[in-house]
């Protein structure tokens, strides 16, 4: 399977984590926020996923604080 592939549940439920976290961060809709990690950027694919074995391990606060530093580094907007 191609880098980025969700392959397990495990990675399925960190992604769904992610949305989630960052949509309530930001105050927007969790459809929103997937559709700027996937639709206007990769960022599902090519950060979240690829990276779950070292951010699975980070809190809550890390992982949203750090997902929202991608999203401004790769000019995504929700």
């Known amino acids: 399977m ?5 392959k397990k549940s ?3 439920e960190f992604a769904v984590f992610c949305i989630e976290n960052v949509a309530k961060e930001l105050g927007v809709n969790a ?3 997937y ?5 206007e950027s990769n960022i599902l ?3 979240i ?3 779950y074995d ?9 992982i949203v ?5 991608v999203m401004k580094e790769r000019g995504v907007h929700v």
Not at 2 to 6: D, F, V
Not at 35 to 39: D, I, V
Not at 54 to 62: A, N, P
């Open 2 to 6: 191609p880098e980025g592939t969700i």
């Open 10 to 12: 495990r990675e399925l």
């Open 31 to 33: 459809e929103r926020v």
């Open 35 to 39: 559709q700027a990690f996937t639709g």
């Open 45 to 47: 694919k090519d950060y």
């Open 49 to 51: 996923i690829p990276e």
């Open 54 to 62: 070292i951010l699975h391990t980070q809190s809550r606060e890390y």
């Open 65 to 69: 604080r750090d997902i929202l530093d």
